[in-house]
């Protein structure tokens, strides 16, 4: 588990999340542009493979997973709290 105090790690392990992120953020889900953004967040995953190995890419690949999971869950909470409050309130 060398590959965590490797700094192109944590520069590919950020890209990998950022892409997840932006397609957890997605307000309208347009299938072009997820599609587009798996492709980019594989590339990514990909390129940690190649440079820091197997077991960097899995852990590259599971560690963007759950922040875009989690990412999805809070974007899911705080909408429907919205739409909570504007059909109480609105």
Do not use: N, Q
């Amino acid at each position: 588990m060398h590959f965590f105090l490797e700094p192109l790690w944590w520069v590919l392990f950020a890209f990998s999340a950022a892409f997840l992120s932006v397609a957890a953020l997605m307000k309208p889900i347009r299938i072009t542009a997820l599609v587009l953004i798996v492709l980019a967040w594989g590339v990514s995953v990909g390129m940690t493979g190649l440079t820091s190995g197997i077991p960097a890419a899995l852990a590259d690949a599971l560690l963007s997973l759950v922040c875009g999971v989690l990412l999805l869950l809070v974007s899911i909470l705080f909408s429907g709290v919205k739409l909570m409050a504007k059909k109480r309130y609105g």
